[in-house]
C-alpha cells in the first residue's frame, strides 16, 4: 500500500518540480513574485480545449498552439505590466499588487467565456497498469514521463550552455551583466517566454487527466512556491528536490490521515523550513549588507 502512495507521490511532485521551475526562472533572475504565474498554468488546458473542440485541430496541432499562446501571454505579461513597472521604479508590492490585478482579470475573463464548471480534456477512462499491488494509469506515466524529460533536458541544458550561464550571472548580479554589455531587458523576455512553457506544459500534463476550472491556477502557484522555498532559493535544479519532497510528503499524509490534509502538511513543511532551515535544503545563507 505505500509503495501506491510513494508512486502517487513521485507523479505529483514532478509535477510541482516542473511548474516550480518556470516560477524560479522568474523570481531567481528578476525577484518578482510573479503571482500572475497562476494564470498561465490555467490558461494552457482552456486554450487546447477551445482548439481541440471549437476549431477542430488535431492534437498534436492543438498543444502547439496553446503552449505557444500560453508562451505569447506570458511574454505580454511581462512587457505590458512589469517592464513599465521597473522603468517607473516601483516597489515590489505595487508589482506584486498589479501581477494579481492581472490574475483577477484573467481568472473571471476564462469564467466568463467557459463558465466556472470543471470541464474534462479526456473523458476516456485512462487503461492502467499493475506492478503487484501498484497501480498507475497511463495518463500518470505520461506525467511522470513527460515531466522528467523536460525537467532533465532544461538543467542538462541550464548547466552546458551559453543560455545558462547568462541565466546565472542574471540571477547573480544583474548591474555587473549589464556592464559587460548584456541586454538585461530583453533577456528577461527569454526567461519570461520559457516559464509561460513550463506552466503550460504542467497545466496540461494536469488537466488531461483530472480536468480545470478557473481557480486551478492558485494552488498550483503556492504548492510551486513551496517547493522553491523548500529547495533552496536562488537555484534553479532546488525546485526539483522540493517539489518531489512535497509530493511525497502529501501522498503519505493522505494515506495516513486523509485528503483535507494535504494543505496543512503543505504548509507546516513551510513553516519547519522558515524557521529552521530558511535558505532551503540546497540554498546558502547570505549576509546582510
Known amino acids: 500500500m505505500i509503495l501506491q502512495f510513494l508512486l502517487n507521490g513521485l507523479i505529483t ?16 533572475t528578476t525577484r ?31 498543444l502547439v498552439v496553446a503552449i505557444s499562446l500560453t508562451v505569447l501571454l506570458s511574454v505580454v505579461i511581462e512587457l505590458g505590466v512589469y517592464r513599465p513597472l521597473e522603468e517607473k521604479n516601483s516597489s515590489s508590492n505595487i508589482v506584486m499588487i498589479s501581477a494579481i490585478g492581472v490574475m483577477i482579470v484573467v481568472i473571471n475573463a476564462i469564467a466568463l ?7 474534462i480534456l479526456n ?14 494509469t497511463y495518463t500518470q ?44 531587458r530583453n533577456f528577461r523576455v527569454v526567461l519570461f517566454a520559457l516559464s509561460g512553457f513550463f506552466a503550460a506544459a504542467g497545466g496540461l500534463l494536469v488537466s488531461w487527466d483530472v480536468g480545470m476550472d478557473p481557480y486551478v491556477g492558485m494552488p498550483m502557484l503556492l504548492n510551486a512556491v513551496v517547493a522553491l522555498i523548500i529547495g533552496g532559493i536562488g537555484k534553479f535544479h532546488a525546485p526539483v528536490i522540493g517539489g518531489l519532497l512535497l ?5 503519505l499524509s493522505v494515506m ?10 503543505t504548509f507546516g513543511v513551510l513553516v519547519l523550513f522558515l524557521l529552521f532551515r530558511p535558505q532551503g535544503f540546497i540554498g546558502e545563507k547570505r549576509r546582510l549588507v
Open 113 to 119: 467565456i467557459y463558465g466556472n464548471e470543471t470541464q
Open 13 to 28: 511532485g514532478s509535477i510541482y518540480a516542473l511548474v516550480s521551475i518556470g516560477f524560479a526562472l522568474v523570481y531567481n
Open 256 to 265: 495516513v490521515f486523509s485528503a483535507n490534509w494535504k494543505d496543512a502538511i
Open 141 to 184: 506515466l505520461m506525467q511522470l514521463v513527460v515531466s522528467g524529460f523536460l525537467i532533465l533536458a532544461f538543467l542538462f541544458f541550464l548547466r552546458f550552455s551559453r543560455f545558462g550561464i547568462t541565466t546565472r550571472a542574471l540571477r547573480d548580479d544583474k548591474e555587473l551583466c549589464e556592464v559587460y554589455g548584456m541586454n538585461a
Open 247 to 251: 509530493g511525497v510528503l502529501q501522498a
Open 32 to 62: 518578482i513574485f510573479h503571482i500572475a504565474y497562476a494564470v498561465l498554468y490555467m490558461v494552457a488546458p482552456y486554450l487546447l480545449m477551445s482548439a481541440l473542440r471549437s476549431f477542430g485541430l488535431p492534437v498534436v496541432m492543438s
Open 123 to 136: 473523458p476516456d477512462i485512462s487503461q492502467s497498469i499493475h506492478i503487484g499491488n501498484v497501480i498507475v
